[in-house]
């Protein structure tokens, strides 16, 4: 048998803190503190807490060189055998193949370990953030106020008013009206379906590869209304339709290149509801006519940048370029929009049928058309969408 540590993996000391009657009653604080150690495994799931022998066994292994029979007969036993079954060690047993599988996706994938991390851990499953903000009673400015304090100033001056440099003042144009009527919108019209010609006008403008460049006969590069590194736009767009003319509501994959819809099999619950467990609850958002998942496809930009350190923000990057155009072209079509990263990614990755390790959700936008009323409060100071 031959024994490697797997890909990625951290470890954390991680301190919990206890109420101790015995503490208090002896003029103490009254607590307790514990000290458990945590291993986090880019391929699995959750964590895995370790004993000292294990600890010590996982970081005698490499995670590039196999190892040799003399390492395995001076391992302890138990300790051996439990890392193998959690996954943190990976051997060639056929009873542990979905680990080495799982592990092997991460090293084919060429991520930065922190960020291959980072992203595993951040995704979220079955949560109701709405719930949970309104249980902590942090839904209004005056409950986060109460709880969190006042913020930081919403300018960081760094020299005194005296100093500044005045720049002229430019008069506004079109575009500039445009700018100022971009606001998120948390309240749609259920009743209305949208045009299926606005509905493509949105995909085409926001999505659709507006032109290709071939420099081999296996190097295809897009060209979009928006920038990506290294030219490889690597994120996809998973749509949630629900209320558009001539397009049965369902699950769909846009193809950017075709400018077409990938039928996918429907979700295991009403659409309605797979909308709003995806949104984390934001039901504000989750009559949105049409919802859009921004999916990253990891190796279509760890392909360039292997291992590299800001290969993962470069993703993080193209959602908020797709955003800001998809922003912008709802506005100037008279439709609302929304974008959020406040979403159930575990949910969102077994709807649609996503590998986490290959594609997963980093945001969900969405479009259509604005309600008669506002149910819910928005941010629009300068009035430019609801009437003061």
């Known amino acids: 048998m031959r024994v490697r540590r797997c890909a990625v993996v951290f470890l954390e000391p991680r301190e919990e803190i206890g109420f101790?009657?015995?503490?208090?009653?002896?003029?103490?604080?009254?607590?307790?503190?514990?000290?458990?150690?945590?291993?986090?495994?880019?391929?699995?799931?959750?964590?895995?807490?370790l004993d000292a022998d294990e600890r010590e066994l996982l970081g005698r292994f490499s995670p590039g060189e196999w190892s040799s029979a003399e390492a395995l007969d001076a391992a302890p036993a138990a300790a051996l055998a439990?890392?193998?079954?959690?996954?943190?060690?990976?051997?060639?047993?056929?009873?542990?193949?979905?680990?080495?599988?799982?592990d092997q996706t991460v090293r084919d994938g060429h991520w930065w370990p922190v960020s291959a991390l980072l992203h595993r851990q951040a995704?979220?499953?079955?949560?109701?953030?709405?719930?949970?903000?309104?249980?902590?009673?942090?839904?209004t400015v005056s409950g986060l106020l109460d709880k969190?304090?006042?913020?930081?100033?919403?300018?960081?001056?760094?020299?005194?008013?005296?100093?500044?440099i005045a720049l002229p003042e430019i008069a506004a144009d079109e575009f500039d009206a445009l700018l100022a009527r971009r606001a998120t919108c948390r309240n749609y019209d259920r009743e209305r379906p949208l045009p299926q010609a606005l509905f493509a006008h949105m995909l085409q403008r926001t999505f659709a590869a507006q032109a290709q460049l071939r420099t081999h006969d296996e190097?295809?590069?897009?060209?979009?209304?928006?920038?990506?590194?290294?030219?490889?736009?690597?994120?996809?767009?998973?749509?949630?339709?629900?209320?558009?003319?001539?397009?049965?509501?369902?699950?769909?994959?846009?193809?950017?290149?075709?400018?077409?819809?990938?039928?996918?099999?429907?979700?295991?619950?009403?659409?309605?509801a797979f909308a709003l467990r995806a949104l984390a609850g934001q039901h504000w958002f989750a009559d949105a006519h049409v919802l859009a998942v921004l999916t990253p496809r990891y190796?279509?930009?760890?392909?360039?940048?292997?291992?590299?350190a800001k290969a993962y923000?470069?993703?993080?990057?193209?959602?908020?370029?797709?955003?800001?155009?998809?922003?912008?072209?709802?506005?100037e079509l008279g439709l609302g929009a929304f974008v959020t990263c406040a979403i159930n990614e575990v949910d969102i990755e077994r709807g649609f049928g996503l590998d986490p390790l290959l594609e997963g959700p980093l945001a969900v936008c969405g479009f259509g058309w604005r309600a008669a009323e506002r149910r819910t409060a928005e941010f629009d100071p300068g009035a430019a969408v609801w009437s003061a």
Not at 299 to 308: L, N, S, T, V
Not at 314 to 325: E, F, K, R, W, Y
């Open 148 to 164: 969190l304090g006042a913020p930081p100033p919403p300018v960081h001056e760094r020299v005194a008013s005296e100093q500044r």
């Open 299 to 308: 190796a279509r930009c760890f392909w360039k940048y292997r291992h590299h």
């Open 219 to 272: 190097a295809v590069f897009l060209k979009k209304h928006t920038p990506s590194a290294g030219g490889l736009h690597p994120t996809e767009a998973y749509l949630v339709v629900q209320n558009v003319e001539g397009v049965t509501p369902g699950l769909y994959h846009y193809h950017p290149i075709a400018h077409a819809l990938e039928p996918l099999p429907a979700p295991d619950e009403a659409l309605a």
């Open 82 to 102: 439990r890392l193998l079954e959690v996954g943190l060690l990976i051997d060639e047993d056929a009873a542990h193949a979905a680990h080495r599988e799982r």
């Open 20 to 49: 101790d009657l015995q503490s208090l009653l002896s003029g103490g604080a009254g607590l307790r503190r514990s000290r458990r150690w945590l291993a986090l495994a880019a391929h699995l799931e959750g964590e895995v807490e």
């Open 313 to 331: 923000r470069a993703l993080v990057l193209d959602s908020g370029h797709l955003s800001q155009t998809l922003y912008l072209s709802a506005t």
């Open 123 to 139: 995704r979220w499953h079955g949560v109701d953030g709405v719930a949970d903000m309104e249980a902590k009673d942090m839904t």
